[in-house]
Structure formats: C-alpha cells, structure tokens
C-alpha cells in the first residue's frame, strides 16, 4: 500500500480497514485479519496495526475477542461513516476545494465527472 506522507500510517491503516467494512469485503460481526496478516499485507510492522486495532477499538469499529482475533462491531456502520467522514472533512475536503477554486472548476462539472465514476466503478 502507498502511504500519504501527511497522515499518520496507523489512521491510513484504520481507513483502510473501514474501507473493507464499507465494501462489504469484511462483514460486520465478522472476524478480520490478525495484526501479523494485515501487517504482512499492509507491509509494515505489528506494532503500525496493533496501533490501528487499539484506535479503532476505541472508535467501537472493531473488537478483540480475547485468544480468537479480532472482529467488527456488528453495530459499526454508523460509527465508521462518522469517522470516515470526519477525516474527508478535515484532511480532504480542504485541498479538493483549493483546487477547484484555483483551476476554476465549477460544481456542475464536478457533479457530471462523481456521476459518471459512480456508474464506472460501483454499479453493476
């Protein structure tokens, strides 16, 4: 996985876990990669993850059933669209909104453009 530099690698490795949620390819009340798993596939260290499970537990996103792993929450969804959201606001929005100010792109094009990768990309 490519890391942004501007962003703490743990709360980049919590979005990606709530990403697998929201994609439905982790299932809610299901049990999700071990740290050392997703550490592998991440390719960082145990200690980057464990940190990434501690914050989403924190968050109510996941669980830790104790000798059997890690699980979602299987009242989660709610939980990580507010955090979700909340980190598009604070770190996204704000250079997305620059942009368009400084290439002077306007709504109606940006809206045809989301439109269009909505179809291309999540309706089958």
Do not use: H
């Not at 490519?2 to 949620?21: K, L, P, S, T």
């Not at 709504?107 to 990309?121: A, G, P, W």
Request: hydrophobic share 45%.
């Amino acid at each position: 996985m490519e890391f942004r530099e501007n962003q703490a690698i743990y709360i980049q490795i919590a979005e990606y876990v709530c990403e697998q949620i929201l994609l439905k390819k982790w299932e809610l009340g299901e049990k999700i990669l071990s740290i050392r798993e997703l550490a592998v596939l991440m390719q960082v260290t145990p200690n980057t993850v464990q940190r990434a499970y501690d914050f989403l537990q924190q968050k109510q996103i996941i669980s830790n059933k104790r000798g059997i792993g890690y699980f979602t929450d299987a009242d989660a969804l709610e939980r990580i669209l507010a955090f979700r959201k909340e980190q598009f606001i604070a770190n996204e929005l704000p250079v997305f909104f620059r942009n368009m100010y400084l290439l002077d792109v306007d709504f109606k094009e940006v809206n045809s453009l989301y439109q269009q990768f909505i179809n291309d990309n999540f309706k089958k």
